[in-house]
């Protein structure tokens, strides 16, 4: 188990550290992500300004397309 900054343990992507820099363009070939994120932040009706929580938000993918799409979207995770 790997430490963080702040010495709490993390579990990488993948499980293994080795791993972690795959993740992403491994669900990005095999899933619809865009897709499904599109639909998702359209969904949203997301407004410069408004804050984001991604909830389990994994490598934090959903949140930073939040933050390209609404400049001024400011994205929180459970650490913040």
Do not use: N, W
């Amino acid at each position: 188990m790997t430490m963080d900054k702040s010495g709490k343990p993390y579990i990488h992507s993948l499980r293994y550290s080795a791993l972690t820099g795959l993740y992403d363009p491994v669900v990005a070939l095999t899933t619809r992500e865009k897709t499904f994120k599109r639909a998702l932040l359209d969904a949203a009706g997301l407004e410069s300004g408004q804050q984001v929580l991604d909830v389990g938000c994994g490598t934090g993918t959903l949140a930073i397309a939040a933050m390209r799409r609404v400049p001024g979207a400011v994205a929180q995770d459970a650490r913040s």
